[in-house]
């Protein structure tokens, strides 16, 4: 008997509708005009690119690195990424030249895709690693990729894959060490977009407002397999707008955000019922939502964000429901400060740091299981280990708890990881940056609440004996060698930092020293 085709991208196209000739996708930027794609362009134009990808002659598993500023393209690259049946590895625009050499030299992609103006610094990296192909993309349809797939047929067959192929790669940085790669399969991706549709209760007529980024798992996977796989049309800024995120919610059913989306929408005093009217459900992730953020948002629009909790390592994994649960009791609502129940076909379990099951209600470290949870990180045997039970439960380094309806809440994290505007910033990277420069002995960076990203990154520097450290030349230097939401807001240079009686720095006093500095 034939095998179905279990490409990822084939789940995604038999959601297109049928008249093709509808639109998929309507940019929305200020100051530009709209563009507009039907689902027969996406269809065609991810053929073209898939085309090119394969004409390359590139192994199987061969990796697709790709840095490019948020577009239409920069999606149908991807798509086009898994039809040609390669490996798609989404790097953060913000990155620098250092971090961008580290993930090239891990991933050695096949394929390296930049934007027009970081052409000459990204290509000496990739060629020096070893890349055969680098190809230029512009968020204004410029750059080498799309010239040369404009010579390929519209025609394509998705390549022939089963669940447990690779079909990307996200790097996520672990609390020593560097960023590992999380591999995730085209049925880790599909099992769980399709799940989320019917969680989410995605009907006829949806339309999404789609403002993240797409090298995240939540702009990227939760956000457009979701749209996709319903036929659903997207309004797509390529930078986050709260005005126009409001200005348009009166055409659109959907919308997904971080915390600080929220927040910037809330200070928006056109955010009221009456622009939300048509909306259906908001969706928060990626950090913690404030039960005030929650809450405001219910008093000004009538609308009960529906707040969920996931991983690059597992995709979605829990979330609040959007209709009565009735795995959980008929009574099951939305409650702000959780994170909901764990989805259908995900396993959850709360452990204690003996590894002892705990009951309802006892904090402990959140370790999960299902169809969605990744195999383990590229060419890492050893870290993927450390990372999974004896019997195969994943620990997620989130601490938590399960109440007696089910509901679960994180309540802090044994990883020492920083979330910032939804972006993760591990501090024990920045401390070694730090500890690099001159004249400094020793740092710790530290996670305090803030107003607009949640969570900010403050240092607090010892010098050398004998030697000046500027504060602003610390965050100076930094700024040249990182990505920019990894720099700490502010720097502290002190005489001593505070320790335990076996020497370890307390950051917990410096978090409480420092909490109310953005207050
Ligand atoms: C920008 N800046 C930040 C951040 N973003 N600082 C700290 N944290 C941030 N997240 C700083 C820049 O360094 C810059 O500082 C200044 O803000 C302006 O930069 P700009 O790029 O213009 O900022 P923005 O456009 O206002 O961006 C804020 C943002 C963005 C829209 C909230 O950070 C964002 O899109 N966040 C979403 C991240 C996301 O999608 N995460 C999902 C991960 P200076 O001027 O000093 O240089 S997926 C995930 O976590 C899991 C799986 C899940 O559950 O979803
Ligand atoms: P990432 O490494 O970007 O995949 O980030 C995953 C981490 O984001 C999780 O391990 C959590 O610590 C955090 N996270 C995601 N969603 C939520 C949420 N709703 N509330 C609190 N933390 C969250």
């Known amino acids: 008997m034939k095998q179905a085709n279990q490409n990822l991208f084939a789940a995604l196209r038999a959601g297109f509708p049928a008249d093709l000739d509808t639109i998929a996708v309507e940019t929305a930027d200020a100051g ?58 989404p790097l953060n625009t913000a990155y620098r030249s250092a971090e961008i050499e580290y993930f090239i030299g891990n991933a050695e992609p096949a394929v390296v895709v930049c934007s027009p103006q970081n052409f000459g610094w990204v290509s000496q990296i990739a060629f020096t690693a070893g890349t055969k192909h680098v190809f230029t993309l512009g968020d204004d349809r410029s750059g080498s990729l799309l010239e040369r797939a404009a010579h390929c047929s519209d025609r394509q067959v998705p ?81 986050f707008d709260p005005r126009i995120v409001i200005d348009r919610m009166p055409e659109a059913t959907v919308f997904m955000g971080v915390p600080t989306l929220y927040v910037r929408m809330l200070a928006e005093p056109a955010l009221t019922r009456e622009a939300a009217r048509n909306m259906r459900l908001f969706i928060a992730g990626s950090a913690p939502l404030l039960l005030e953020t929650f809450t405001e948002w219910q008093q000004r629009t009538g609308h ?80 993927t280990a450390e990372e999974f039970t004896a019997d195969g439960w994943f620990k997620t380094g989130d601490v938590g708890k399960v109440d007696e309806r089910g509901y679960v809440t994180i309540v ?8 910032s505007g939804g972006y993760n910033v591990y501090p024990a990277e920045i401390e070694g940056a730090i500890n690099e420069m001159q004249g400094i002995a020793e740092s710790a960076l530290v996670g305090v609440p803030h107003p607009d990203f949640g969570e900010v990154g403050v240092a607090v520097v010892i010098a050398r004996p004998g030697a000046t450290v500027q504060p602003e030349a610390v965050i100076a230097d930094l700024k040249s060698k990182l990505a920019n939401f990894k720099i700490p807001k502010r720097c502290f240079v002190v005489a001593e930092l505070p320790r335990n009686s076996m020497g370890k720095v307390q950051k917990n006093l410096l978090r409480d020293q420092y909490k109310t500095l953005f207050a």
């Not at 269809?43 to 500023?69: F, K």
């Not at 403002?211 to 939540?218: D, E, G, K, T």
């Not at 802090?412 to 979330?419: E, M, P, Q, V």
């Open 412 to 419: 802090g994290r044994s990883k020492d990881l920083i979330i």
């Open 159 to 239: 390549a022939l894959r089963r669940d447990d192929d690779l079909a990307a790669i996200l790097y996520t940085s672990g609390t020593t060490g560097r960023s590992k790669g999380a591999m995730l399969s085209h049925g880790n991706m599909r099992s769980n977009a399709v799940m989320l549709k019917d969680y989410w209760g995605w009907r006829k007529g949806d339309v999404l407002i789609h403002a993240l980024p797409i090298f995240h798992v939540h702009g990227l996977f939760v956000a457009i397999h979701a749209a996709l796989l319903n036929g659903s049309k997207m309004i797509w800024l390529g930078k």
């Open 32 to 89: 530009t005009p709209a563009l507009r794609y039907s689902w027969r362009d996406l269809d065609r134009a991810t053929a073209m690119i898939a085309n090119l990808l394969q004409s390359l002659d590139i192994p199987d598993g061969s990796r697709i690195a790709v840095q490019v500023e948020k577009s239409v393209e920069a999606m149908m690259l991807y798509l086009a990424t898994l039809r040609a049946g390669y490996v798609f590895l």
């Open 304 to 383: 009960t964000i529906l707040e969920r909790y996931g991983m690059s390592e597992t995709i979605m994994l829990t979330s609040n429901p959007y209709a009565a649960d009735a795995r959980f009791g008929n009574q099951s609502e939305r409650r702000g400060g959780t994170v909901g129940f764990p989805l259908p076909g995900v396993g959850l379990r709360v452990r204690g740091d003996d590894g002892a099951d705990l009951s309802v209600g006892e904090i402990g470290g959140i370790q999960v299981k299902g169809p969605n949870v990744f195999s383990g990180y590229w060419r890492m045997p050893e870290k």
